[in-house]
């Protein structure tokens, strides 16, 4: 009888050993657990981290998500209107687990270390993170990531397979040309237009305009949308050099794909102003000039103007060029000639000095064509001889009227 019931043990034995390691109840208890470089965490935070916003009406959005599923990490920032995500491999992994952790508190960690293995674990329970690194350990409270916004599903989208390194000239050309006007939306962001022919991208805030243009890619279908200025910032920021970019779209929002992340942001209702219909095409006086002069002249001559107007005159007259600028209130006063080479009648215009010197410094030339018509309609400033023979680079001024 005890030989019997002795016998049997090994088989139950085996049945309690086989539910604690494999059953599904025993998995849901264990820990969420990896193991990674701080430098490859850091790095790959620091491509997210901008998206959070200093302040947000909801604490989740001050969290990273962290989502470990087999070999897998992928982390999640949002502001609820752009969310982006990157993927990492840990050196070791156990899981699969779900946690959003405190985006600052954690980046702040990573930044002291050097590039050490870093042990993190978390009891899915109490939502307490455990950060090890050598001797040193840390724990913070994560919170329940249910909270934490889904990810938008673009439903029938259309797509495109665009250069980084196109992406990147276009947004460094144009963001800084969108507006700020909060009754005036659409232009706050980057207006994007594909066609089979070209790309062209166009910013502007009503006082400049920025038309950049590319003839080497192309779209299969002719559509429209604007982009908003904060998700090209920090897609600006972070894209390779030349790497393909996948772009995803319909009518609400857009999704970028490129290495091991994923952006999607949505995109700004309105419809766009007719840039076309303000650039000025008969204009008969064109002045061509070094740009590194032209530009240190601005500088120098812009600190004795009125500093809440910038208002700079250019007097053109044969091959010359003359700067000058004034403050009454304080009787300062400038004035620099230049060398150039003019085509039209002598004429005087005014322009901002801070956007005139946005303006040359967004033109990859040494010598840039100003081009003019009267002295109360726009200029239109472009670059002279561009190696990129496939890159159409047009920016527009309004003149400011002078003082007599």
Known sequence: MFRNDWDEVPDKFELFHNFTLESPIAKNILNMKFIISSTVLLKNLQLIYGVINPSNTLPILDDFKFELTGQSLEITASDLETTM????????????????????????????????????TIDEKTLVVEISAGEGKYKLSGHNADEFPAVPVIENPSSISVSSGLLANAFAHTLFATG?????????????????????????????LVRYRRT??????????????KPLNQLKNILPDDEPVSLEFNQTNAHFTFENVQLTCRLIEGKYPNYEAVIPRDNK???????????NAIRRVALYANQSTNQLRLRIAGQELTLSAEDIDFSNEAKERLSCSFEGEDMEIGFSSKFLLEMLGNIPTEQVRLELSTP???????PVENENKDEDILMLIMPVMLNQ
Do not use: W, Y
């Not at 659409?186 to 066609?195: D, I, K, P």
């Not at 080497?216 to 200025?229: H, I, M, N, Y």
């Not at 109360?376 to 472009?382: D, F, K, T, Y």
């Open 376 to 382: 109360n309609r726009a200029g239109l400033l472009v």
């Open 216 to 229: 080497d890619a192309r779209s299969g279908q002719a559509t429209s949308f604007v982009l908003p200025k």
């Open 180 to 208: 700020n006007d909060e009754l005036r939306p659409v232009m706050s962001g980057v207006f994007c237009e594909l066609n089979n022919d070209d790309l062209t991208f166009v910013a502007t805030d009503a006082h400049k």
């Open 85 to 120: 995500k990157v993927s990492v491999q840990p050196d070791m992994a156990e899981g699969p687990g779900i946690i959003a952790i405190p985006a600052k508190l954690l980046m702040d960690t990573m930044k002291t270390m050097t590039n050490v293995p870093v042990t993190i």
């Open 285 to 295: 006086n064109i002045l061509t000039i070094e740009k590194t002069p032209f530009i």
